[in-house]
């Protein structure tokens, strides 16, 4: 039975490395028994200009009847100044609220041909593998109130903003089984990150994690202070198996591990709900500084579409037919400038296509 896949290829660089991955997809229907029904829709800055949205009616529609989506990237500075929900990141906040795409897995691995693209040391980076899972549909990103005071109403200090960072028991403890679960898979080990010498929110979210690691007896648990995190991540990466983080600590942590593996070009996501159904993304942004120039790396975004085929399409063998072509690609030494080399992002997609 054919398989709907939404491409929603946003803003920046998100067309052209979409773009490589739909290469990447057709030569699997070609040589192979999967069927697939493409259909293009409009996220970020793109629909904001077509449709004075940034997820628009006929973008949820598509998306709800789609079996797994594959986005590229939303942002750039020409919408920096408009109004607030017209904004590019509005629209992504929005697609992940309405399919409730809560569990975000970013995983942070070194591929062993890229060691030396790594700011870290060989050593300190050689066979890195951490799983970051970040909750994705609320904290701060979401919490009520939010708000910025407008001109007219001053007090002392100037404006006041503010925004609330909230969880419920029901929030964490989804999530927190979402990386036990991930844990069972892997090296048994969740490392739960929070601020509880400051934040209440820390406190309830360390006594939920506490209550799930009763139900997975063979996972060790730990917890980390995000700014001890920050720093270990740095020092001695290869101590963390699966990470678990709220929304904005996910958020940034996961940047930050990123770049441990060489390049934040190279690292793949997914954004999944409770029935496994998920959006798939590079975990690197639109990149406006180099859009249109056809040299951003396209294999984040070909990895992602790899997991998209795993966990959502469950099909493992033409996920680890491409998870094998960017292997071969990157023995080759092909290599995109943010990896050292000077191969364009349509180099890139070929070598893939060629390799599978
Ligand atoms: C990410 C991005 C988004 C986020 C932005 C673009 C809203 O940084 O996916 O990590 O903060 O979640
Ligand atoms: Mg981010």
């Known amino acids: 039975m054919s398989k709907k896949i939404l491409l929603l290829p946003g803003d920046g660089i998100g067309p052209e490395i979409v773009a490589e991955a739909e290469k990447v997809l057709n030569k699997l229907v070609e040589t192979s028994d999967f069927e697939v029904e493409l259909e293009h829709g409009l996220l970020g800055g793109c629909a904001t200009d077509a449709l004075g949205n940034p997820y628009p009616e006929k973008t949820q529609q598509q998306a709800r009847e789609a079996d797994a989506i594959l986005l590229g990237a939303v942002g750039g500075p020409k919408w920096e100044a408009i109004d607030r929900p017209l904004r590019p990141e509005r629209g992504l906040l929005a697609i992940r609220a309405d399919l409730d795409l809560f ?203 790899s997991m998209l085929l795993r966990y959502s399409l469950d099909r493992a063998d033409l996920a680890d037919r491409i998870d094998a072509a960017v292997n071969t690609v990157l023995d080759s030494g092909l290599r995109t400038g943010d990896i050292g080399g000077t191969a364009t992002c349509t180099d890139m997609g070929d070598a893939v296509v060629a390799a599978l």
């Open 103 to 305: 569990a975000n897995l970013r995983p942070a691995m070194l591929y062993p041909q890229l060691a030396e693209a790594s700011s870290l040391k060989p050593e300190v980076v050689a066979g890195l593998d951490i799983m970051i899972v970040r909750e994705l549909t609320s904290g701060i990103y979401f919490g009520q109130p939010r708000g910025i005071e407008g001109e007219g109403a001053q007090k002392e200090g100037g404006r006041h903003a503010w925004n609330a960072l909230t969880y419920t028991e029901f929030e964490i403890e989804r999530i927190g089984r979402r990386a036990f679960e991930i844990a069972m898979k892997r090296d048994k080990r969740v490392c739960s990150i929070d601020k509880a010498n400051v934040l209440e929110v820390s406190e309830l979210w360390r006594e939920v994690m506490e209550r799930v690691a009763k139900d997975y007896p063979e996972v060790e648990l730990s917890h980390m202070y995000v700014d001890n995190a920050a720093m270990q991540l740095v020092r001695a990466p290869k101590q963390f198996d699966v990470m678990v983080a709220d929304n904005l600590f996910g958020d940034i942590l996961s940047d930050q591990a990123s770049m441990l593996s060489g390049s934040i070009g190279m690292l793949p996501s997914a954004s999944l709900n409770s029935s496994g159904f998920g959006m798939y993304e590079p975990v690197h942004g639109s990149a406006p500084d180099i859009a249109g120039q056809n040299i951003a790396n396209p294999l984040a975004t070909i990895l992602s579409l």
